[in-house]
């Protein structure tokens, strides 16, 4: 398996409040994701990494920001969270090399909005 | 209509058998697909990959790919308890840069 941790592994909050999520990898692979997922929705890409500092929004990055300072970190932020952004959340990341078809997954945070 | 659809299941069938998943989709422009594995509470793990039309086969594991019906397959042969588990299948094209269809899975259980 690709070293991929999250943490924490749950959480839950209060509505308002701001939630950061981390995803460490050990494998210097290029590319980083994160992704939702909800019943009857499957994984929805929120956002993207392609490099230190180059980032780009996917299908559902309203009410999300991320950041990539180190290649190994990928921060997840929900600045004022609510009860929709209730999921689980899996980051992603595929290597240097290809174009991301091969994706390794960490094990998910599960996020709980009050 | 959603870009990729999937019969969420569940799907129940006696250890043995052969087992064939499907989803089909609407953007014609996909050209890569995969299958994902997830057991509960896991992240997904990659199964099968194939790009274009065709067949790919490894093990017990097909996947077929019908870029003119815009349907996909994944069959197992033999299943096993332990193939129990989410199938999702996920979709790219070059024309999204990095972003994944995926769809929202489908749930087997395989009976000893």
């Known amino acids: 398996d690709a070293g991929i941790t999250q943490s924490p592994r749950h959480k839950v909050t209060e509505t308002g409040t701001p939630v950061t999520l981390r995803c460490h990898q050990t494998e210097n692979h290029r590319y980083m994701y994160w992704y939702r997922q909800d019943p009857g929705h499957g994984l929805r890409l929120i956002h993207y990494?392609?490099?230190?500092?180059?980032?780009d929004k996917g299908e559902v990055s309203d009410g999300y920001s991320v950041s990539r300072s180190k290649t190994e970190d990928f921060l997840l932020t929900l600045e004022s969270a609510t009860s929709s952004q209730t999921s689980v959340y899996f980051c992603?990341?595929?290597?240097?090399?290809?174009?991301?078809?091969?994706?390794?997954f960490g094990p998910g945070t599960r996020l709980t909005v009050l | 209509q959603k870009e990729v659809e999937q019969d969420p299941g569940p799907l129940s069938v006696p250890e043995g058998a052969i087992v064939s998943l499907n989803c089909t989709y609407s953007?014609?422009?996909?050209?890569?697909f995969m299958w994902y594995r997830q057991y509960s509470r896991k992240g997904p793990e990659l199964l099968m990959y194939t790009y274009s039309s065709g067949n790919k086969e490894d093990g017990r594991f097909t996947a077929q790919v019908d870029k003119s019906s815009k349907y996909i397959s994944l069959f197992i042969r033999d299943s096993q308890p332990s193939d129990s588990a989410t199938y999702l299948c996920a979709m790219r094209s070059d024309n999204y840069g990095q972003n994944f269809v995926f769809g929202p899975g489908t749930r087997l259980s395989v009976l000893p």
């Open positions: 953007n014609s422009a996909f050209q890569y």
């Open positions: 992603a990341t595929s290597g240097p090399g290809g174009l991301g078809n091969e994706q390794f």
């Open positions: 990494s392609y490099g230190v500092k180059d980032t």
